[in-house]
């Protein structure tokens, strides 16, 4: 038996380690994640599902928690009273508030983000606004998606979320070679997965900086 062999440890395992005892001492961050479709099988819904899975088995640290926008009524402010909100918005309201930062997937509809995302937007800036000084982060399924997040990101100067900037993420998933899967809208594609981990701890890593953790 070669001992001098078996007490050596590479330096992959040193370094995932290393990775893990930084990983270990991160305060857990809690991300609520917001989709603008209703679409069963939304590609937008597929990469949120993705980061869930992602925050399960490679990212230590992050907790995403997809929170249901579809339910909600379309604002009117007669439905406020004596400054509560129905409860479906209430309900939404809170999960919003108990998070720290934000993943919004968002479509492009016309140069813009979908009116799910904007009532959704529209109810959470009621007072009090629970998106104000949260983090924030934008993904797009269709190329598109890059002109949506630019308004996502002027309605954030309003409600005082902050985008990251880098990485930008969006994808042309209506293009060959699919990166979807058509009926359900699972993410198939590995290089993107890739992508959106990166996305992820680059939102962890700011998350952390804006709440004075790092
Ligand atoms: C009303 C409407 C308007 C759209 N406008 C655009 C657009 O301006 N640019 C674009 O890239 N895609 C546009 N699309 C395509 C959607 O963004 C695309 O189908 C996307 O995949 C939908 O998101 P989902 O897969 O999560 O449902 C539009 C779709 C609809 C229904």
Redesign the pocket.
Known sequence: MDVVGSNKRSRDEESVEAEERVAAEKPLIKVAAICG?L?KA????GLIRAAIELTKEEIKGVHVEYVEVSALPMLNTDLEVDGTYPPEVEEFRRKVLEADSCLFAS?????SITPLLKNALDWGSRPPNVWAGKGAAAVS????GRRAQFHLRQIGVYLDLHFINKPEFYLN??RPPGKFNTSNGDLLDLETRENLKEMILSLQAFTLRLLGKV
């Open positions: 479709s679409r939304s590609y937008n819904r479509p492009d509809y016309n140069y399924a269709v190329g598109g998933a209506h």
